[in-house]
């Protein structure tokens, strides 16, 4: 998980406005976390 986050945050000292961590074992993680409120993942915005 360090790695991920050293990226996440690399890429949020490049501009990146916010990152989204999901799990990759879920079906349709993405859709789940952009089209719903609920959201799955773990968002980190600077």
């Known amino acids: 998980m360090i790695p ?3 990226s996440a945050l ?3 000292e490049s501009g990146v406005e916010k990152v989204h961590f999901l799990d990759g074992r879920m079906p349709h993680a993405l ?3 952009i ?3 609920k959201g799955i993942g773990t968002e980190i915005i600077l």
């Open 4 to 6: 991920k986050v050293e």
């Open 35 to 37: 089209f719903t409120d």
């Open 10 to 12: 690399e890429a949020l």
């Open 31 to 33: 859709l789940l976390e």
